[in-house]
């Protein structure tokens, strides 16, 4: 696989409630050069965007444990951070294009980690 073609490491928010998930996708992204941050619900997404300003894309799940699901994590990594690029993934919801608002993408269950990651390279342009 290729690297992001700019000149710094891409990061990347991973938000994911199941650990095997969390940490496959993280540790392959980390291995094709991302700088990666990990979370494993909403909450905790928030606190991570708030402390790290550098982070540029979101991949998140959108069924999560605590206050807000991925998509309502979406709107809100839209109105407080509009530059970062959200992708979102489930294997239960399939959203439509207006809650995706538009820019951004959806990745369905099951998918593969290298899947992921070419979806993450693919933002990261």
Do not use: C
């Not at 891409?10 to 979370?39: C, K, M, N, P, Y």
């Not at 402390?51 to 991925?70: N, Q, R």
Request: without cysteine; glycine residues 4%; proline residues 6%.
């Amino acid at each position: 696989m290729t690297m992001p073609s700019n000149d710094h490491a891409t990061t990347v928010l991973v938000v994911e409630d199941e650990a095997l998930l969390l940490f496959s996708i993280s540790d392959e992204l980390t291995a094709q050069g991302f700088v990666v941050f990990e979370a494993s619900n909403a909450d905790d997404a928030v606190t991570l965007l708030t402390a790290h300003p550098e982070i540029e894309i979101v991949f998140t799940d959108i069924d999560m444990p605590g206050s807000m699901d991925g998509l309502k994590l979406l709107a809100l990594v839209r109105e407080r951070w509009p530059p970062v690029r959200v992708l979102v993934t489930s294997g239960k919801k399939r959203p439509t294009r207006d809650m995706l608002m538009d820019e951004n993408w959806f990745l369905p269950k099951p998918y593969t980690t290298a899947g992921v990651v070419a979806a993450i390279q693919a933002a990261a342009q």
